[in-house]
């Protein structure tokens, strides 16, 4: 099974920056589309971001395209979320997940393997 790790996760002021990680030791993840999810407290697990393969990268919202940026490291097994000016609406869990065939990126449906999450918290 691919072990998916995230880190990075902080409490940081609004508009810091953070950099999250989402490593596997198996190269096996570098051919799998991979995004990031998140989820604040009492609501739904949303998609925010996605890249496939070959670096073609997907983001939820308009806000978001302005100040994240999803990229991957094939030589490290790694995909990241660089995530500029923070908000305190981007408090959430981070979540990685992986799927060897998308179709819809956006529903957690289509997502073999995920990672257990990181904490971001944005404080105003």
């Known amino acids: 099974q691919v072990q998916l790790v995230e880190s990075g996760g902080a409490l940081v002021q609004a508009g810091a920056s953070l950099r999250l990680s989402c490593a596997a030791s198996d190269p096996t993840i570098n051919t799998y589309y991979t995004a990031w999810f998140r989820q604040a407290p009492g609501t739904e697990r949303v998609f925010v971001s996605g890249?496939?393969?070959?670096?073609?990268?997907?983001y939820d919202t308009d806000s978001v395209k302005g100040r994240f940026t999803v990229s991957r490291d094939s030589s490290k097994n790694t995909v990241y979320l660089q995530m500029n000016n923070l908000e305190p609406e981007d408090t959430a869990v981070y979540y990685c997940?992986?799927?060897?065939?998308?179709?819809?990126?956006?529903?957690?449906?289509?997502?073999?393997?995920w990672g257990q999450g990181t904490q971001v918290t944005v404080s105003s």
């Open positions: 997940a992986a799927a060897s065939i998308v179709d819809d990126p956006r529903r957690e449906g289509e997502y073999e393997y």
């Open positions: 890249i496939t393969r070959k670096g073609v990268r997907t």
